[in-house]
């Protein structure tokens, strides 16, 4: 993986971390401490040591505020969670709002939506304000993600933190082409479908040319989470098509050799979107050794999570955040964020390399590498199924071209 250095005066890599952060990240039900993990691995691996002060600025997160949440989730639903004094016992408004079964209420609640969402917007501040070239969120995107919806919780996302720094970043001056309005794209590399940031920007009446586009990399079978209609390839001959709403699912056993055939599609839909922001989900549920047991993925070599960040930290331009996502495996999740935190900076890691002793180093066995190693799980995307989704994909970047034809220099 080629090395990339910053240049000029702005640090190239915004790190958001605090232990209040990771203390009230560390609560969330379904990942109990993997904010603990991830971040005590960078640190022991070094990634933020003064010597590396060219490389990161790391900033504490702000709270988000009421008006911040606003700007999507409604007020009878933030008034719910956000109040610490709520009765959980009644049943009827915890299913309301989504506070259930995957999404149960927790000690912590309230701090954690603000904190977690205001670190995310403190990530899209750090962009907006030239602080940095790239920003690192690793305690967004999962716990609050791309599930959440405007008026409950749901999958295991308690606020909708993506879709926030989406319209935070919609409303930024672009320094490419500041004659026009900004441009964002939002990638997800998740197992699962970004249900609730697609569903908030999903439009396919309008004939107007959308500041956001997202694109949703993912499983899809019938009972897989979510259910979603549009998490199905797109027909772009259907009445609910919207070219800057999509989706490229992918069968069980995909590997680093799928998404290598598979990315010239990602960009060439950046290159037609010509985006000023990229925003990318950087799920690990779909790396091998997960309890999803769904995809074969790795860290390293052509196709793999490593590759594709690089190439959309280091190759795309643009400013970018990169947040955190699904990965039930806690140790793998924080090997793989903590080696992409290294390939952000421009110097990746070397995946052989022992894990550090440190106080979480016993869960790193028995290889105690920083390495995920793939599995053996069949690859079931045939040629013939790829085939048809380039096809597809071929038609929907010139429907894209023509919608975008009209609003001048891209």
């Known amino acids: ?130 602080i940095c070239n790239v920003a690192v969120c690793w305690d967004g ?28 970043l919609r409303r930024a001056v672009p320094s490419s082409v500041p004659q026009r309005k900004s441009r964002v794209m939002y990638l997800d590399l998740d197992l699962h479908f970004s249900d609730a940031v697609s569903q908030a920007f999903h439009n396919p009446s309008s004939t107007a040319v959308s500041q956001v586009l997202t694109l949703s990399i993912h499983h899809a079978a019938p009972g897989f989470f979510p259910i979603s209609p549009l998490s199905a390839l797109p027909n772009p001959d259907h009445a609910s098509f919207d070219p800057f709403t999509l989706s490229l699912p992918l069968q069980r056993g995909a590997s680093s050799q ?77 090997r793989a964020w903590a080696f992409l935190t290294s390939v952000a900076a421009g110097k990746p890691l070397p995946l052989e390399m022992q894990i550090p002793d440190h106080r979480a180093f016993p869960l790193y066995q028995p290889s105690f590498t920083l390495d995920v190693p793939v599995g053996n799980m069949q690859e079931q995307n045939s040629k013939e199924y790829l085939q048809h989704v380039e096809d597809i994909y071929e038609r929907i970047q010139t429907i894209l071209q023509q919608r975008l034809s009209g609003e001048g220099p891209p």
């Not at 971390?17 to 640190?43: G, I, M």
């Not at 009421?66 to 109040?83: E, K, V, W």
């Open 1 to 130: 993986m080629p090395q990339h250095h910053s240049s000029g005066q702005l640090p190239l890599v915004a790190y958001i971390v605090s232990e209040e952060l990771v203390k009230v990240s560390s609560l969330l039900p379904s990942n109990k401490n993997r904010s603990l993990l991830v971040h005590s691995l960078v640190s022991a691996l070094g990634l933020l040591s003064p010597d590396d002060q060219k490389r990161f600025k790391l900033l504490r997160p702000r709270r988000a505020t009421q008006r911040d949440l606003l700007s999507y989730h409604t007020r009878d639903y933030l008034g719910y969670a956000l109040n610490p004094s709520s009765n959980h016992e009644d049943q009827a408004q915890l299913s309301q709002f989504g506070l259930e079964d995957d999404c149960p209420p927790f000690r912590g609640m309230h701090e954690y939506i603000h904190l977690v969402a205001g670190a995310t917007l403190t990530a899209v501040d750090a962009i907006k304000e030239n």
């Open 141 to 168: 995107g999962r716990e609050v993600k791309h599930h959440a919806q405007k008026a409950h919780a749901s999958g295991f996302c308690y606020v909708a933190d993506c879709v926030l720094a989406i319209l935070a």
């Open 258 to 334: 799928t998404f290598a055939r598979i990315w010239s599609i990602v960009e060439a839909i950046k290159d037609t979107f010509f985006p000023d922001f990229i925003v990318v989900q950087c799920g690990v549920d779909g790396l091998a050794g997960d309890p999803m047991a769904t995809w074969n993925w790795s860290l390293d070599g052509p196709g793999s999570l490593g590759w594709c960040i690089e190439r959309v930290v280091h190759g795309w331009s643009g400013k970018k955040l990169l947040l955190g996502g699904g990965g039930y495996n806690s140790p793998n999740a924080a």
